[in-house]
């Protein structure tokens, strides 16, 4: 199943999740729109064993900046 919110998921009880075991997301790059689908995804597939979410690399690298950015000041 492919979700997407820039086309928006409706509400919860509009998907079927029930047997839905493994989530694998890539080049995940956190929004509101993303971190919705992630909630939905935890709070609605019961049979959920694994859920691998990969930071995008551009996106981990300008965190790490900003990090070290804070640590020297």
Do not use: C
Request: hydrophobic share 35%; charged share 30%; proline share 5%.
């Amino acid at each position: 199943m492919l979700l997407s919110p820039a086309k928006g998921l409706g509400g919860p009880e509009k998907i079927s999740l029930d047997h839905l075991r493994t989530v694998d997301i890539r080049n995940f790059k956190p929004s509101d729109d993303w971190i919705r689908v992630l909630q939905v995804l935890l709070a609605n597939s019961p049979a959920l064993d694994t859920m691998t979410v990969e930071l995008d690399k551009t996106y981990s690298k300008e965190i790490q900046k900003e990090l070290r950015q804070e640590r020297s000041v």
